[in-house]
């Protein structure tokens, strides 16, 4: 199973330091963000990488070069112009094949085990979702069992991590430019073709300085 990393966002909520840095390549206890992922996705057994970029994206590309320092192969995804999390994803479906793949946000932070995504899929799409972080308290979905539901008025919910495996038939019709992965996502999961699991570990959304902040104490915590 192939992986790939969405790494092109700005980051203006961390400016200035996403000025002249791209957001992946932000460190957080004195390692990019995106070497992290690189790391446990190695560990995971996913080898094969392919990782889009957009802002400073050439950056991304001379730090992390083949991948062969981090025991993985690395080919790249370049947008133009950021096509969102959709758009970006349709954009490198031929690098990703024919078969389900994993999807890595590459501005969180987690301790995740990347190695629960090598399971065959059920339906069109794998969700990891997490508790509702302070900064999105209404979440985005919800569990049934082992299946994804809207998240409905009253629910339980969950907040959706970043951190999928996706079956390259969810886009199936879709036509390349800019748009949002959610609505494809809610379409498959009206038809019941969902499933997802809640994320066990630690996880931030690193969006923000203080969230950035919030991860060089989990690390320091940890070390």
């Not at 002249?20 to 390549?25: A, C, D, V």
């Not at 094969?48 to 320092?69: F, P, T």
């Not at 991590?161 to 390349?176: M, Q, T």
Request: hydrophobic share 45%; aromatic share 8%.
């Amino acid at each position: 199973m192939k992986a790939m990393i969405l790494a092109a966002g700005k980051g203006e909520r961390l400016r200035p330091l996403t000025l002249h840095t791209p957001k992946p390549l932000i460190r957080a206890g004195g390692v990019p963000l995106i070497e992290y992922h690189l790391r446990a996705l190695a560990a995971a057994g996913f080898t094969d990488i392919v990782i889009n970029h957009a802002w400073l994206g050439q950056q991304i590309e001379d730090h992390l070069g083949d991948g062969s320092r981090f025991g993985v192969s690395i080919q790249y995804s370049p947008e133009a112009e950021p096509l969102e999390t959709g758009g970006g994803i349709f954009k490198a479906l031929p690098l990703l094949g024919d078969g389900p793949f994993a999807v890595v946000n590459g501005d969180i932070w987690t301790d995740y085990d990347f190695g629960a995504l090598r399971q065959p899929l059920t339906g069109l799409a794998h969700l990891v979702l997490v508790a509702n972080p302070a900064h999105h308290t209404s979440g985005d979905f919800s569990l049934n069992g082992e299946y994804v539901q809207d998240g409905l008025p009253g629910a339980d919910t969950l907040t959706y991590s970043g951190i999928a495996v996706l079956d390259p038939e969810l886009f199936k019709g879709c036509a390349a430019g800019a748009f949002k992965l959610a609505p494809l996502l809610r379409k498959a999961i009206a038809a019941g073709q969902v499933t997802g699991e809640r994320l066990q570990g630690r996880w931030v959304d690193v969006g923000t300085h203080e969230r950035l902040a919030e991860v060089e104490s989990l690390i320091k915590g940890a070390s």
